[in-house]
């Protein structure tokens, strides 16, 4: 089996890798997750099929806040493996769903788990967005923009393709917070909020490590993932410690009229 690719100089490879040796089902979310650094969560909205990514879950319920989603089309880009699109009509009712991610492999993976006649998932660059003006009303991008080499151009799309007055919900880590209202300014977004959740990233990472450690664990046993892969991100999972330096931010923009 080929190493595992770089998640930062090649993510493309590094998803379509994970989604080639990982394909389990029960392997929806790969993001950091949120918990309150108290600790004071509540998770009882979340099924308890579901209760092993409710770190997750939390993150994107958060990331959302006050945006109503409930009846609206959204945009998931960098969808991954299609949790967080799943979740966007199951928990916050959008009446339609379509998750975009440059990995084919992710995609095609999304497409087999996920059955659900609100949800499409295709396969896109998020700098040059195959979708009609004003086609959604809200976009959401989870740990994704990071990647981007050309942000300006993703900002000047998601503008483009959101209708009149539609939210950009985005939250990202290491990214200068001058540069994102930059970018926001120049693509015509008002910033409604943006808050720095770096301290309840790290707490979550902290506090779901044993269970993905043992759920990775589970997947080799049962033979529905590669060893060798399991290994490495069990690895990364232990090896990982908070770091200060390192900050996650969330942000909601409108688009102005």
């Not at 990071?146 to 799309?157: G, I, L, M, S, V």
Request: proline share 5%.
């Amino acid at each position: 089996m080929s190493a595992v690719p770089n998640p930062f100089e090649a993510p493309r490879l590094f998803y379509d890798h994970l989604a080639e040796h990982i394909p389990d089902p029960r392997f929806a979310f790969m993001n950091y997750g949120y918990s309150d650094p108290g600790g004071d969560d509540d998770f009882s909205w979340i099924d308890p099929p579901d209760q092993i990514w409710k770190y997750s879950l939390n993150l994107l319920k958060r990331l959302v806040g006050p945006v109503a989603v409930r009846g609206k089309r959204v945009l998931d880009v960098g969808c991954g493996r299609g949790g967080n699109g799943a979740a966007v009509v199951r928990y916050l009712g959008a009446a339609e769903l379509i998750g975009l991610d440059l990995s084919a492999r992710a995609v095609t993976l999304a497409q087999q788990i996920i059955d659900d006649p609100r949800i499409n998932f295709v396969v896109g660059d998020a700098i040059s967005l195959p979708f009609a003006a004003e086609r959604f009303d809200v976009a959401i991008n989870i740990e994704s923009a990071q990647h981007y080499q050309d942000r300006a151009r993703f900002f000047a799309e998601i503008q483009r393709v959101l209708a009149p007055e539609g939210y950009f919900c985005i939250t990202d880590f290491s990214m200068d917070v001058a540069e994102m209202e930059r970018l926001a300014q120049e693509a015509r977004f008002r910033i409604i909020e943006f808050e720095d959740i770096s301290h309840g990233a790290q707490a979550a990472v902290v506090r779901y490590k044993k269970d993905r450690i043992e759920l990775l664990r589970d997947f080799a046993a049962r033979g529905t993932a590669s060893s060798e892969t399991t290994d490495w991100m069990i690895a990364a999972l232990e090896g990982h410690e908070p770091d200060e330096d390192v900050r996650y931010h969330r942000w909601i923009l409108r688009k102005k009229p």
